[in-house]
């Protein structure tokens, strides 16, 4: 069983609030926008983390975390990317990678916007965590966490502050 932090688009922002809502899990993802490598290794010296790059991360961050990632996590196959969309509105390239990988929980960020919506076509769950940082239109920075246990998504919660 695994404890799960999701964040995306912290855009250079990882501050207390964040911090307190993620101190219990195990693992934190993050689904791109770290916004710079400092950020990163910061989010990494709190907790093991597993993320991709996003469209605003430069060099520093795509050195240390790659575009797209399909990885196990207890018996789930996840497939994380930072653009995504979501079902019936996919990006052409998450498309291909969804259908290719064919995840039980695909992962992305970029829109700001929280989603936690199932896909029944595709037989997944797709996971938006929002946005965790303070630079974007939203209004509400919201991030995730979970429980996966015995190939099942559990006790899903979302943290919301103010921007």
């Known amino acids: 069983m695994a404890y799960i932090g999701l ?7 990882f501050d207390e609030k964040l911090r307190k809502f993620l101190e219990p899990v195990d693992v934190v993802w993050h689904a791109g926008d770290f916004g710079t490598g400092a950020v990163a290794q910061e989010i990494a ?3 093991p983390l597993v993320g991709v790059y996003g469209n605003c991360d ?5 050195d240390y975390h790659p575009v797209m990632h399909f990885f196990e996590q207890d018996g789930m196959s996840v497939l994380m990317t930072h653009i995504g969309g979501y ?3 996919y990006d052409y390239r998450a498309l291909r990678l ?8 695909f992962v992305c960020g970029h ?3 929280l989603k936690v919506v199932r896909d029944k076509h595709y037989d997944m769950m797709v996971l938006n ?3 965790a940082g303070i630079q974007g239109f939203h209004l509400v920075r919201t991030a995730l966490r979970f429980r996966i246990e015995d ?3 559990k006790d899903m919660e979302v943290g919301e502050w103010e921007r």
């Open 87 to 89: 079902p019936g509105r």
């Open 151 to 153: 190939g099942q998504l």
């Open 98 to 105: 969804i259908e290719a990988y064919r995840p039980q929980i």
């Open 58 to 62: 430069g060099y520093d961050v795509r």
């Open 45 to 47: 010296a709190f907790k």
């Open 129 to 131: 965590p929002g946005a």
């Open 111 to 113: 829109s700001h916007i």
């Open 7 to 13: 964040i995306s688009d912290t855009h250079g922002y």
